[in-house]
């Protein structure tokens, strides 16, 4: 093998070589990328890294992907935006925004792992992808898909919002809507992929795409001066990302790039949907599934498949997890926008909601630094503002009109 990393179960520790394999032939455990850190370690130092182009391959040695197979297209190193006036909002005087609204190039961090998950698809020599997605998978399966010349099958719950049926379609994508909910749709691939030689981004290829999910732990250490925030928030939806983000700090510390610190995670979900959040909250061991009903439809996995692994985490690293309710996803998404001018969709709304009951309840505390991640972007899910904002009739196009217009303004004027 001449690859400096490998599959390797989470369980028995059995490594399992590279190949389109999520779990464990022999404990059904799921796999996990391990790699050779004394590899990696020759050449991923901060100096060589920050003379390499501003995108996920930066990070190369610490992707589970070969260089002739990555696209060429410049996934990730979104902004990590210092958040004053959000700060004053909900009392943090170190708080930071790792903005993925604005992700390339489908406006999501799953831009990231599809990245990562399609550039093993080809290595494997599938020539079909498919995904079962909550949306942004599914628009980011479908375009980067293009760029790597394969065939995408995408499967989603059929009331997924119109922008997100929309962004997965244009790119030519076979969309397939199940009527069920995601737990449905997720069984079902499960199924297809054992009848079908296909590379399913989120199931045979799903230890592939969650190691994407570290570039953006490694992009917030490297934006903060290769230095670990004291907290970070993360929505969860699988589980996923929240322990990947653990992965990239502890690679990081294991390499000795960053100041080895304990960092507490905190875990946000809807509670329409809070399967993780309320195993936390309860203390139970495993976590019990639920049947989604919220807003927040990016979220809405009802059994979490990495659930187990991010309650483990988020207990042993200290951290808690709450959820929001619709209304407080509403606001959480205008409150964002009010004071960063940062548009995200549900998922930033549930962030930001569950972020101000953290440190409403002293668990997040005003002078540790907070980092908030916000995974996807608000033109997506503008449903979900239906009604928010009442739209004020048209006015003749005279100086009159909009004299008197003036004068009916409530709100007050500056500037005149
Ligand atoms: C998929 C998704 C998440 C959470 O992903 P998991 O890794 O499954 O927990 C968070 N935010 C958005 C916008 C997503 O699309
Ligand atoms: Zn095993």
């Known amino acids: 093998m001449t690859e400096h990393y490998q599959l390797r179960c989470r369980e028995c520790s059995r490594a399992w070589g590279n190949a389109p394999l999520a779990s464990c032939e022999d404990c059904f455990s799921p796999l996990e990328v391990v790699y050779e850190l004394d590899v990696v370690r020759r050449s991923f130092t901060p100096e060589r890294i920050a003379q390499r182009p501003a995108n996920i391959w930066r990070y190369a040695e610490l992707l589970p992907v070969a260089p002739e197979d990555r696209s060429a297209l410049p996934v990730g190193f979104t902004p990590l935006v210092e958040s004053s006036r959000l700060g004053a909002r909900l009392g943090s005087h170190s708080l930071y925004v790792k903005n993925d609204a604005v992700c390339f190039p489908t406006l999501s961090f799953k831009d990231r792992v599809v990245a990562v998950a399609l550039a093993q698809a080809r290595a494997f020599g599938f020539e079909v992808v498919a995904c079962s997605s909550t949306g942004n998978l599914a628009n980011a399966v479908a375009a980067q898909a293009v760029i ?210 953290l440190f409403r309840q002293g668990r997040l505390r005003p002078d540790e630094t907070t980092v908030l991640c916000i995974t996807g972007n608000g033109l997506k899910t503008t449903d979900a503002l239906a009604g928010e904002f009442a739209a004020s009739p048209a006015i003749e196009p005279r100086l009159a009109a909009f004299e008197a217009y003036l004068g009916e303004v409530t709100v007050p004027v500056q500037g005149d």
């Open 148 to 357: 790597h010349g394969l065939n995408a099958w995408i499967f989603v719950p059929a009331d997924l919002e119109a922008a997100k049926v929309l962004g997965t379609t244009v790119y030519g994508a076979r969309l397939v809507p199940i009527a069920g909910n995601y737990d449905h749709v997720n069984r079902l691939c499960a199924q297809i992929a054992d009848r079908h030689r296909w590379g399913f981004v989120n199931v045979n290829l799903r230890p592939y795409y969650a190691e994407g999910s570290k570039t953006v732990g490694f992009e917030i250490a490297e934006q903060l001066g290769w230095r670990l925030p004291d907290n970070v928030v993360v929505p969860m939806a699988g589980g996923s990302l929240i322990t990947k983000i653990h992965k990239a700090f502890a690679e990081l510390a294991a390499l000795g790039v960053v100041e080895p610190r304990p960092v507490k995670f905190f875990g946000a979900q809807a509670s329409g949907c809070s399967p993780i959040s309320t195993a936390v909250k309860q203390n139970q061991e495993r976590i019990q599934p639920q049947k989604p009903v919220t807003i927040a439809r990016s979220l809405a996995i009802g059994n979490p498949a990495d659930g187990y692994y991010a309650l483990r985490m988020i207990r042993s690293s200290g951290g808690w997890a709450e959820d929001a309710s619709d209304p407080e996803i509403v606001a959480g998404i205008r409150t964002l926008a009010e004071t960063e001018g940062i548009f995200t969709e549900t998922a930033g709304g549930v962030t930001v909601a569950t972020a101000q009951e």
